[in-house]
T-cell receptor, first 113, second 115 residues
Framework: KQEVTQIPAALSVPEGENLVLNCSFT??????LQWFRQDPGKGLTSLLL?????REQTSGRLNASLDKSSGRSTLYIAASQPGDSATYLC????????????FGQGTTLQVKP | SQTIHQWPATLVQPVGSPLSLECTVE??????LYWYRQAAGRGLQLLFY??????ISSEVPQNLSASRPQDRQFILSSKKLLLSDSGFYLC??????????????FGEGSRLTVL
């Protein structure tokens, strides 16, 4: 059974720092991994989708890497800003052919001005 | 471009009352549609998914049901709400044919409080 873990659960950093959020999964037979952002009381916004054949994806100040063999992904945020404060979730497809995603519990990030 | 809309955004209902949450996707045809629930401290749980009109699959037994009366419309319902139905309900979609490989897009969510 696929399980997804995110560490740390919460993170507080000063503005301008580069930071890394971690995601690990137990079953390496995944098609892809997706990173989301969730602001309080809002829906999830897709940030990056990495297919299993890719090692990394970049979007602006965000860079996500994927190491299937070790069951790990990282989301790197460069030059963090207060507007980056949110909860970040990673997710991988479940084993059934439904498109179901298995989510981590998320990392809540606070970037202080 | 594709967009997804959910309504209502917030709902407060008494125990035993009915429920109807609606979700509409625009700009795409025959999407795969999903209802997730996000309860405090329990993460995101898939409730229902649909690959086409009238085709609904349930992931977990519960007090809720789903319907897909039109290609891009997905409805979450209950005949009698329970306290345990409180939560944040999220509709999501994937492009047709990408059930395992595609990107999942979420709506804005509907916050349900059952009193």
């Amino acid at each position: 059974k696929q399980e997804v873990t995110q560490i740390p659960a919460a993170l507080s950093v000063p503005e301008g720092e580069n930071l890394v959020l971690n995601c690990s999964f137990t079953d390496s037979a995944i098609y892809n991994l997706q990173w989301f952002r969730q602001d309080p009381g809002k829906g999830l916004t897709s940030l990056l989708l990495i297919q299993s054949s890719q090692r990394e994806q970049t979007s602006g100040r965000l860079n996500a890497s994927l190491d299937k063999s070790s069951g790990r992904s990282t989301l790197y945020i460069a030059a963090s800003q207060p507007g980056d404060s949110a909860t970040y979730l990673c997710a991988v497809p479940g084993s059934s052919n439904t498109g179901k995603l298995i989510f981590g519990q998320g990392t809540t990030l606070q970037v202080k001005p | 471009s594709q967009t997804i809309h959910q309504w209502p955004a917030t709902l407060v209902q008494p125990v035993g009352s009915p429920l109807s949450l609606e979700c509409t996707v625009e700009g795409t045809s025959n999407p795969n549609l999903y209802w997730y629930r996000q309860a405090a401290g329990r993460g995101l749980q898939l409730l229902f998914y649909s690959v086409g009109i009238g085709q609904i699959s349930s992931e977990v037994p519960q007090n809720l049901s789903a319907s897909r009366p039109q290609d891009r419309q997905f409805i979450l319902s209950s005949k009698k709400l329970l306290l345990s139905d409180s939560g944040f309900y999220l509709c999501a979609w994937k492009m047709v044919g990408t059930v395992n490989t595609g990107e999942l897009f979420f709506g804005e969510g509907s916050r349900l409080t059952v009193l």
